[in-house]
């Protein structure tokens, strides 16, 4: 093997230096090293990567491959072959020669942000040779910016924003479903415009500064400059976005770059297969700021570790992570917010909260114990918004028209899906739940071939496991799962089912389920199911703890080499390739375990691989490789009291608890907006030291916090008081008045005409402006969901108000029927005069301003006003409304 690699890179130096594609001596030697150490790395798949070596290859083609499995994340040697990359590297290529910019995009631009495949955890597919010719025809004849903003509208005739879980679909199935979340528009965006040879990247702020959420989007280097644009929400120039006024609120924006980085642009992280880079400076003022750590003693602390968290989701989120030089210091650039800097070197750890506008140099001593107050207060401060350009109202009209006309494009190819009706009378011909399969059906969108398929060509004897199965799964894998995978799963597992309890819930969701975390969910269980000798089998249904040891003896951990993908590799892949990271193993160990019928899972709390032993569940320690298959946790409670019973606490919403491992507290995965009293009256919690953060947002972005640091011991119950700190309430007053005479709406579904005087007889109103199929709008109106309960208890008026230039094709009011309060009116603003008025009043257009919203007291005075993108406002109009 190692002479085989001896001349494999023998061959691979010369052709380096016969190409032409990458000529930086410094980069063509770091490929010759990272070459040689995936090699290494991947040797369990050798014939599967590297045979496509063999092969007739151009000396560009081979050196573009090169640089691909040089700086390859683990999931992508796991689970892909190589003939898969080089069809890729060969359209790229084929992109460079044909497309008129090609030749003009240096060298370092093209290796970053245009030859890679992968734009985040997205599965790999081979969108860029099957949309090539169709984007290349599209864009034919444009100039580089005009084809920029082409692809996006192209982007947009497929994909619209709809929020779903943290799996990033691929680009080809992210067009079947027709929705995607930001992160799954972005990454379709990216590739769409690298298929056609323009350089793009997915940026995101880690979270927004100013409310409870993130947020990604892409930029385009165009004629020797980076631009920003909203994927798959096309506006008619470059730098432009509704989420361009948040973003110079940001604390800090980034990207990843494909290998390790040579360029300008400034680096946050350096690894040797990718690289984080600092583009903050593009969208906000900022300041560079530095830190200094020391111990007890004084002493400088070198290769600590340095997080600049910041608070969102009621937790501190670190958005950057940096390591201390030999005298201790540790820099970032970022925006003119608050900051809670935390240093550690193994458990000792220090932390401290600071405005970055006022600070230079913030010291941080760190002890090995806890040395500060059990209870923190203080307020969180986002940094200042700062106006945008938005761009001519004439472009804006063109461009709004040809949004509605590409609505409707999408929406054609999406009646084409099946419906209840449909699903209800297929599953009559097919002897199957009709109930059940009707929604599994109207859940699979572009996806229902393979679904029903799956379902129709079951044994009779197997299809109400089969649905139970469809159940199991996620969303999202309706959309996207092939037939044969769930073949795989359903019939594998009912092959080696020794106990017969088929039937059983708990049997479908531990056993049979093919999804375990966010994996990319292939027919893994066959392929486990023909590795393992009959006699391990056996041996390991009765002691798991033989599982454990396998996989400790064969299965080598390497975080850092997976690091850029931040994708599980598969089960499969895991098995193939012999190496993962640690996310990874622990999904493989709960693969594995299933397919010898085993129940397991990803703790969904404490996010560690479990099996059930018939009584409980026990959780696996990889560190020992005795016959005890577990090191269980001494365990204790907590019990969470609420002591204001003016609102009721959400997990992720307003408070979080975090544990606290390696020098760090990290938030427990409970479901986000878990009520407080939904919570058991005992939590069952691993003994040790955690963390309470509590917080209330304000109007403005700010946040009232609460830290409260406390002790778990074992066999006892710590009973905690969830403390949220809340403004004192204050008169509220108005910011200006209408005269409500002057105003009417008409009922979007009636055609009824309703003068404003008569609905605001008695009452106030809360009014939202809103721009159908636009993800801030999608936002508010779930925001609106979470608070519907008190919404119908509030005493007024709440209407949806429309405007005609503003309205799809595809708009129907059924559809947030679920979501909103009973009594909401659609309505259109008669001859747009509310909103009119309003943009005089606030002395500015509000045409990029959506979603607009009101509050007005009965007699017209305007209480409380709001534009565009403010996530978690559900919770602020409440405050106003009472």
């Known amino acids: 093997m190692k002479q085989v690699i001896f001349v494999l890179l023998i061959i691979f130096h010369f052709n380096l230096l016969k190409a032409q594609l990458i000529s930086n001596p410094q980069r063509i030697n770091d490929m010759e090293v990272m070459f040689k150490v995936q090699k290494e790395i991947a040797k369990n798949r050798s014939s599967e990567l590297y045979d496509v070596f063999y092969k007739s290859l151009g000396a560009d083609e081979r050196q573009a491959l090169i640089f691909m499995y040089a700086y390859m994340p683990l999931s992508d040697l796991a689970d892909y072959n190589g003939d898969f990359f080089r069809d890729n590297v060969q359209i790229s290529l084929k992109a460079r020669e044909e497309m008129p910019w090609g030749k003009n995009i240096p060298e370092e631009v093209f290796l970053h942000f245009v030859l890679p495949l992968r734009v985040n955890n997205e599965n790999l597919d081979s969108f860029r040779i099957v949309k090539y010719d169709e984007l290349k025809s599209r864009v034919k004849g444009m100039s580089m910016k005009d084809a920029a903003l082409e692809v996006n509208h192209w982007c947009h005739e497929k994909v619209a924003y709809q929020p779903s879980d943290d799996r990033t679909s691929s680009p080809l199935s992210t067009i079947k479903y027709s929705l995607g979340r930001c992160g799954e528009e972005s990454t379709f965006a990216v590739t ?29 280097w165009v004629d020797g400059k980076w631009y920003f644009l909203g994927a798959c929400e096309p506006e008619p120039d470059l730098n432009m976005g509704w989420f361009a006024v948040p973003a110079t609120r940001a604390m800090l924006v980034h990207t990843r770059a494909y290998g390790k980085y040579f360029g300008k642009e400034q680096v946050i992280t350096k690894e040797d297969r990718y690289s984080e880079l600092n583009l903050i400076q593009n969208y906000a003022k900022t300041k560079t700021f530095f830190v200094k750590v020391i111990d007890s003693s004084g002493k400088n602390i070198d290769s600590g570790k340095v997080e600049f968290q910041l608070y969102n989701y009621s937790e501190f989120f670190p958005i950057a992570k940096k390591n201390t030089d030999k005298n201790g210091i540790a820099s970032l650039t970022c925006g003119l917010g608050d900051l809670l800097i935390w240093a550690n070197k193994g458990d000792a750890y220090g932390f401290q909260k600071i405005t970055v506008a006022t600070t230079d140099t913030v010291k941080i001593k760190i002890f090995n114990k806890h040395t500060f107050p059990e209870s923190l207060s203080f307020e969180n401060c986002p940094p200042i918004p700062h106006s945008v350009a938005s761009g001519s109202e004439e472009g804006r009209i063109i461009n709004d028209k040809r949004l509605l006309y590409e609505d409707s494009l999408r929406h054609s190819y999406m009646s084409t899906f099946k419906d209840s009706v449909w699903g209800f009378n297929f599953a009559k011909l097919n002897n199957l739940n009709t109930d059940s399969t009707s929604k599994i059906v109207c859940k699979s969108f572009g996806n229902w071939a393979e679904i029903t398929s799956f379902l129709k060509n079951i044994d009779q004897n197997n299809k109400n496991q089969a649905l139970k199965l469809l159940y199991n799964i996620s969303d999202k894998d309706l959309r996207d799962t092939k037939e044969k995978i769930l073949n795989d799963h359903l019939n594998i597992s009912i092959k080696n089912n020794k106990l017969k309890i088929k039937d059983n819930d708990f049997w479908t969701k531990y056993v049979m389920s093919g999804r375990i975390a966010n994996e990319n969910m292939i027919d893994w269980r066959g392929y486990l199911d023909s590795k393992f000798e009959v006699s391990f089998k056996n041996n390991a249904f009765t002691n798991p703890a033989i599982i454990i040891n396998w996989i400790n003896e064969n299965i080598k951990v390497n975080n850092i080499a997976n690091a850029h993908s931040r994708a599980p590799l598969s089960p499969k892949g895991v098995y193939d390739l012999k190496y993962a990271d640690y996310r990874s193993r622990d999904i493989f160990f709960v693969g594995l375990c299933r397919t010898l019928d085993i129940p397991a899972r990803i703790n969904p709390e404490l996010q560690v691989p479990q099996f059930w032993n018939g009584k409980d569940w026990q959780t696996v320690s990889f560190e020992k490789t005795n016959n005890s298959a577990t090191a269980q946790a001494l365990k204790g409670f907590l019990h969470l009291t609420n002591p204001n019973k003016d609102i009721e606490p959400k997990y992720y919403s307003n408070f979080t608890i975090e544990g606290f491992n390696n020098g760090v507290y990290r938030s427990l995965e409970y479901e986000e907006n878990k009520k407080l009293k939904d919570f058991p009256e005992k939590i069952e919690l691993p003994s040790g030291n955690y963390l309470l953060v509590t917080g209330d947002r304000l109007q403005n972005g700010n946040v009232l916090c609460y830290m409260h640091f406390f002790k778990v011991d074992e066999n006892k119950t710590t009973t905690l008081p969830v403390i949220i700190n809340q403004q004192k309430d204050s008169e ?151």
């Open 192 to 220: 769409a415009l690298r298929t056609v040879g323009i350089p793009a990247r997915q940026v995101y702020t880690p979270r927004w500064a100013h409310t409870d959420d993130n947020h990604a989007w892409v930029e385009v």
């Open 732 to 882: 509220i007053k108005p910011w200006a008045a209408i005269n409500i005479d002057d105003y009417s709406f008409t009922d979007y579904i009636s055609k009824q005409i309703l003068p404003f005087k008569t609905l605001s007889k008695d009452k106030s109103s809360l009014i939202i402006f809103i721009e159908p199929d636009k993800e801030p709008t999608k936002h508010v109106i779930n925001d609106l969901a979470s608070i519907k309960d008190r919404l119908e208890k509030w005493n007024g008026n709440i209407i949806i108000g429309l405007s005609n230039d503003k309205i799809t094709k595809a708009f129907n009011p059924s559809n947030y029927k679920a979501l909103l309060p009973s009594k909401t009116i659609f309505a259109y603003d008669y001859n747009n005069k509310l909103i009119n008025d309003i943009a005089k009043i606030k002395n500015k257009p509000l045409s990029n301003s959506y979603p607009i919203i009101l509050i007005t007291d009965k007699n017209g005075n305007l209480m409380y006003y709001s534009e565009g993108y403010t996530i978690g406002i559900g919770e602020q109009l409440i405050k106003y409304l009472k």
